[in-house]
């Protein structure tokens, strides 16, 4: 219990120190060929996200209503004929769109991979600066005194769940458009992201479960699992306050059901996104690539 109160804890004092930094609010990008998940929504809902920078750290997004997949395909000559969908990190609270977004979609897309941004639902949070704020001091006070529960269900909200699921069943149903497989769907998750990707694969009915999975930098968090899983790939830091103090007994339960790759670096800490050098955590993407040619997915 101890461990999980500091794991929710970290995610929330990372989420509060990068909005703490300065902020600059946006127009929202326009997406060439978004997709809604659940069809057209009313226009107060699309336009009630706000959409920020902070310099260095690249775009946010917050107060999503509206889940979307933003598509990043690449000329169907150069298909590999797999798709990736990105879940992007950020508490659930905002989402991060630099390197664990913009960045990742744009190498998988030069990879091959029919790629999605999924902009899935968030917490609704206070829309001033100051309000938001406050907002996560609150939360991170609740959770020291002693945490919402003895699970991390309330730090990853169903829509959440059913925003990824849905996405993975709209891209199979879509497959021949996207030039892909039907079979070879997977999901990369960055931390928040990858608590989704990881329940997808445990949870999921079978016409929305991804056939692999690749969970970045997020906390493997252990729970009743089905007898069969598909691959995961994993990679962390060892050095990161959250994933990599986690432990690894979700990776033992992983091996007896399917086929898990680990990669635990020696430093880099959280949210690294696609990889930074010096640290070798820099290799993660081309290591995935690699894994994914062994287990057959891509040629």
């Known amino acids: 219990m101890k461990e999980l109160i500091t794991a929710i804890v970290v995610i929330m004092t990372l989420a509060a120190s990068a909005y703490a930094q300065e902020v600059k609010y946006i127009e929202a990008p326009k997406f060439e060929g978004q997709m809604y998940l659940y069809g057209q929504p009313e226009k107060e809902d699309v336009d009630f996200e706000q959409w920020y920078e902070i310099e260095g750290r690249g775009q946010f997004v917050r107060n999503v209503k509206v889940p979307t997949l933003i598509p990043y395909l690449p000329d169907p000559s150069k298909s590999n004929g797999a798709a990736i969908i990105i879940a992007p990190g950020g508490a659930f609270l905002h989402h991060t ?3 664990g977004g913009y960045e990742a979609a744009e190498w998988f897309k ?3 991979f029919a790629t999605f941004i999924l902009k899935y639902r968030v917490e609704i949070t206070p829309r001033d600066e100051a309000g938001y704020q406050a907002y996560v001091a609150k939360m991170m006070e609740g959770y020291r005194a002693g945490g919402r529960s003895g699970n991390y269900a309330p730090a990853t909200p169903d829509y959440a769940y059913e925003d990824i699921n849905a996405a993975v069943k709209l891209i199979r149903g879509r497959a021949d458009e996207f030039h892909i497989k039907p079979d070879k769907i997977g999901i990369v998750g960055f931390s928040a992201g990858a608590l989704m990707a990881v329940y997808n694969a445990e949870c999921a009915p079978a016409e929305c479960k991804a056939d692999f999975i690749a969970s970045i930098y997020g906390q493997l968090v252990m729970r009743e699992m089905p007898d069969k899983l598909p691959p995961m790939f994993a990679a962390m830091s060892s050095d990161d306050e959250l994933s990599g103090q986690s432990g690894f007994e979700i990776i033992q339960a992983w091996q007896k059901r399917g086929i898990v790759e680990l ?4 430093q880099g800490g959280h949210n690294f996104g696609m990889g930074h050098k010096p640290f070798t955590n820099y290799l ?7 894994w994914l040619r062994m287990i057959k997915f891509i040629k």
């Not at 993660?284 to 690699?290: G, L, R, Y």
């Open 97 to 99: 769109f630099g390197s």
């Open 263 to 266: 990669h635990l670096y020696g």
């Open 284 to 290: 993660w993407p081309e290591e995935f690539m690699a």
């Open 110 to 112: 030069s990879q091959g």
